[in-house]
């Protein structure tokens, strides 16, 4: 009877770790861009709520607060950076009524690493036919420990205003 060469075992068994670790770090991977989607789903779902419920400015430091790191960046044009910006931007919203807004419609929901983009669809005004259309919304965020780290996004002008005049500074810098 052959005996096996004690060298071809340890080159089979780090073979056979590697390919078990390899698939192991996937699993993980995946598990951490799973979690990632989460946060971004559960961030916008308790401003959704929030606002649906008129309950903005006395719920707004609480969402920022669990969902928000405390040195985010933010990336649009003429909004401040960091998590009391972003605090006072939720405690100074407009009220609206129950319902005024109706709830924004997911499209896509992707990560990549720390990286979540997520697209949603809402119906705005169109003042051209008084009625509404549906207009997409993208959102990009990167994730650091947990929490929502820096946010890009591409906004309808229904929903932004006018863009800024160029070269102004936004408010505050």
Do not use: C
């Amino acid at each position: 009877m052959h005996k096996p060469n004690s060298k071809i075992i340890a080159v089979a068994l780090a073979a056979v770790a590697a390919a078990v670790l390899s698939g192991a770090s996937a699993h993980a991977g995946e598990s951490v861009q799973d979690a990632n989607k989460k946060l971004v789903r559960d961030f916008y779902a308790a401003l959704e709520q929030a606002q649906a419920s008129g309950a903005m400015k006395a719920q707004g430091r609480d969402i920022v607060e669990r969902f928000i790191a405390p040195d985010y960046i933010q990336h649009r044009p003429g909004e401040q950076n960091g998590r009391e910006a972003m605090i006072r931007n939720t405690e100074s919203a407009p009220s609206m009524p129950a319902g005024a807004m109706p709830p924004a419609k997911l499209v896509a929901l992707v990560a990549d690493g720390d990286l979540v983009v997520q697209v949603t669809s809402r119906d705005l005004p169109d003042p051209a036919t008084g009625g509404t259309k549906p207009a997409l919304i993208w959102n990009m965020f990167r994730v650091q420990n947990g929490k929502l780290a820096e946010h890009w996004d591409a906004l309808p002008a229904a929903l932004t205003g006018p863009p800024p005049a160029p070269g102004a500074q936004p408010a505050g810098r």
